[in-house]
């Protein structure tokens, strides 16, 4: 018997979105970029993509990490996340001055932050890092609230990549766009759709 609406919470209805970070520093006359991918998706229909995903970690390994996967496994990565109703979405900024990666950061989140909002997403879960990094994150949030680059209904935590592998996605996503732009094996065309965004960094 289905549940009555009454028990259900209503943000379940709502997107949500998982984030993660990826960067390369300058080299060989390359500008550095940094890269923050979000993956989008119903929060209720995630269960079969994180079982998916849970099932192409390898023994005794606690999640998928991309760029420690052979390029074999990396593709067999992509096609999982692109048989799956999630649309991600890549802000890549340039260039990276490997001095000012938390500015970096800044600079993108914001721009991500901002069509997340646009994009109808109630819930975006940030992969968490050391506690004054994510206050760090927290204080850009009400900035931008403040200045209402964001509604003030999105919300914004931390999860951490042992306990959800919705945050492998943009793990991959973002390094296979780090990837492609380095001369490696492009399997952006396997994951589904992408869109990317490029902004010039201070």
Not at 181 to 192: E, H, K, N, Q
Not at 193 to 202: E, F, H, K, N, V
């Amino acid at each position: 018997m289905p549940a009555e609406p009454a028990m259900l919470d209503a943000d379940d209805f709502r997107l949500h979105a998982w984030v993660d970070e990826s960067m390369r520093a300058a080299r060989d006359g390359a500008d550095g970029i940094y890269l923050m991918a979000a993956a989008v998706a119903d929060p209720t229909a995630c269960d079969d993509v994180r079982d998916n995903l849970r099932a192409m970690t390898e023994k005794k390994a606690e999640r998928l990490h991309w760029r420690h996967e052979t390029p074999e496994r990396q593709a067999k990565i992509a096609a999982v996340i692109g048989n799956h109703d999630i649309v991600n979405l890549v802000v890549v900024g340039m260039p990276l001055d490997a001095r000012r990666q938390e500015r970096a950061r800044a600079i993108c989140a914001e721009r991500l932050l901002y069509e997340l909002d646009d994009l109808g997403v109630a819930h975006v879960w940030l992969e968490t890092r050391h506690q004054a990094l994510n206050q760090r994150d927290l204080r850009l949030v009400k900035a931008l609230r403040g200045k209402r680059s964001i509604s003030s209904s999105i919300r914004v935590e931390f999860a951490r990549p042992k306990d959800e592998p919705m945050l492998w996605i943009p793990d991959a996503v973002a390094g296979a766009v780090n990837g492609a732009r380095s001369g490696a094996a492009d399997v952006l065309d396997d994951m589904g759709r992408i869109s990317i965004i490029d902004i010039a960094l201070p």
